[in-house]
């Protein structure tokens, strides 16, 4: 579920909208000389840092490090030099510039109230995750039991790199890498001597408040063989929208949506000898927002970026982790390592939501409708997400031989998640809801959730190599595991019964992979694969809500399934991975065929806007990527991406009383395009110092309904959205190891709609999300 608010404007703002459009000028003035910047997309911005690779990012996408254009799979990889030339903050930044990398929010009390991220169209945002989350080698990522809480992202400040890995990557991930994986990686201790890295920067936003943002990471070694880093980042994110009175457009708060985030990191290295190297680190961040990202079609002005909400009261939002870490990494013999890594991860994320329209809506049909004993001061729910993930991976590895390298490794994993649902009746606080005493004096519905996943697993891969040019790989992991779920239910909604609910399920699987490459030269690639991912299935509460007993009914059900079964996965994939002219020119290529069984997807409810997971038939995927970048001299880069996903149901899937739930041709996933398209120019102006400037233009389609006319739930409200459209700039210049730069973030103010939703079918008020209006700012970075 999801809702979002906002804020005013006054002669002020007048006067930030005309430095935003004069500043727009100034920087495409500069940009007729030469415009945009690179990218992370696979085999092309990536070439842009220079290294000893022939300019290629050295990653580990299959847990050894190598050049990003030897690695056999589609990778796209963002290091921090390109972040910190895109201004790249936060997941939704890195999304629009990656290819086939679908970051979707979600707005409405009636939607998952979240955010859902997928890999080349994989999305399904119930039951276990599609794509795993990454920071270094530990798993963050969450199953969706309860009210769904979304997965948690590391800002981005003092990150070596972001891999995003294609999937399937089952064989070295694990279960919950069906589609894939988002790496985000850490630097480790200094020990070749001190490094200093600061970032400060300040922001203003047409018709939104100012933004701001300081940050400063410090590593060096103590003595030869010990050696640190410590880092830390502060951000405020100003507002852009606005708060009005339910029913009128009269602005009553300015820009509530405003928020904060926190970030501390520090890692400690030690030597002990020449073969043993232990590092002990701890990541910490603070996330805070007041309010959501929703405004409310109809109120403001959305065409300039003047955003009104009528939420009756602010939803803010709270999620902090921290992830203590062990790794050690021991070269056994002079091309065997043995490397152990054991982390805790532990988060809580709080929530408030307000029901104010959604219950009006359920039970007058209106958003603003009376019903007896309506109190609009007792409409929040408040959701309370814990996780605690205990990981222990080992694995011994040999690489650089002549005819055969190989891993074989061991996981653990131990993680809880306990949810509570305190949900507020809508009504006077002491009335009977129902017939029944609320619950706590002020409560309808109270939910309460604890899941516990077990798993261990097995993995190990061979590259066998008969020429010096032909590498043939096969690899196979099984994992084991095991799932307990308890839920609690009791208020009104239950006849003030409190009813428990458990279940335990355990499972197997084997996912393997075979894969052949060839090099026909050093720099020019060639592969095709063959791989298989899965996500085990779970359990779930029956919907306790009486406004649903219609909707199950019209299913021939009386209560919702408590359990769901697995997915799997299999996907073919050949592509290409080239560089020409010393590294001039980069291009890459892959096609893929996908074909996704038994898919766990979200039944949801017409009328009372709740939902449940069941498996929904069998899905075909076809799609591709294409990148390429061109330096024709020193300086001066010219490139850009595109990316073609075409999932579908392959046969009509049917419900009770032979209702179509999903049918045959209906699309999954996000847009079937997205691209982008970049360039780049640096020239030296003077002793030591150089100009640059640089932008760049993403782009989408637009994006399939989740429900066809004649299928179960099919809601002619919510229209296919639109495709989206987003252009950013930067010109500054490198002096000393300072970089101080000038940027316009959402150039053209593009209002495009990025979700959309409404209370249930037929309601009239609709909220949307939409992009960050027109910002302009001022970066200052150094480094040393």
Known sequence: MNTFAAGNRSGSRSHRRFLASSCAVLALA??????????????????????????AIVVTAQRRAQSVNDVPLSVAVTDRKEMDQQGIRSISDLSRMTPALNFAPSSGVSANNGSNISIRGMASDVGSATTAIYIDDTPIQIRNVGYYGGNPYPKVFDLDRVEVLYGPQGTLFGASAEGGAVRFITPGPDYDGMHLYTRDQVSFTQEGSPSYETGLAVGAPITDNLAFRVSGWYQHQGGYIDQVAQGTDDVIKKDINSG???????????????????????????????????????YGVTSDADYHSGVYALEPSTDTFYLPSMKVEWKVAPNIDFISNTSYFARKQEQTLNYATYFSTLRSGSAFGTYANKDLDNMNDYLTMKQKNFIQEARLQSYGNQLIDWTAGVFYSHTKQDFSNYTASGRTPGVLVNGYTQYDGQFSYVNLVHAKDEQIAGYASVDVKPTDKLTVTAAVRYSHDTFDFTNVGDGPTTANVRTVTTANMKEGAWTPKFGVTYKAT??????????????????????????CAGDLATLGLTTSPTAYKSDSLWSYEAGSKNTFFGGKVSLGASIYLMKWTNIQQSVRLPTCSFSFISNLGNATGKGGELSAEVRPFQGFNLGANLAYVHLTYDHDAFGGNGLLLKAAGQHIGGPAWTGHVYSSYEMPVGEDVKAYVRGDYTFSSHTYQTAVSGAYGYDSGLTDLPGTNYVAMRAGARFSGVDLSFFVDNLLNSHDVLSRGHDSIGASLYYDQSFQPRTVGLTLQYSY
Do not use: C
């Open 260 to 298: 904060n985030s926190k970030v501390f990191r520090a890692s400690l290295g030690w030597k002990p000898t020449d073969t043993l190297t232990i590092t002990p680190a701890f990541y910490y961040q603070r996330t805070h927002q007041d309010s959501r990202n929703d405004y409310w079609e109809g």
């Open 522 to 547: 050093p720099n020019n690639m060639l592969y095709v694969s063959a791989t298989k991912g899965f996500r085990p299935g779970g359990a779930q509460a029956a919907i306790a809500s009486d406004l």
């Open 30 to 55: 500069g940009a007729s000389q030469a415009t945009f910047a690179a990218d992370g997309a696979a085999a092309s911005g990536a070439a842009a840092a220079a290294d000893d690779n022939n300019g």
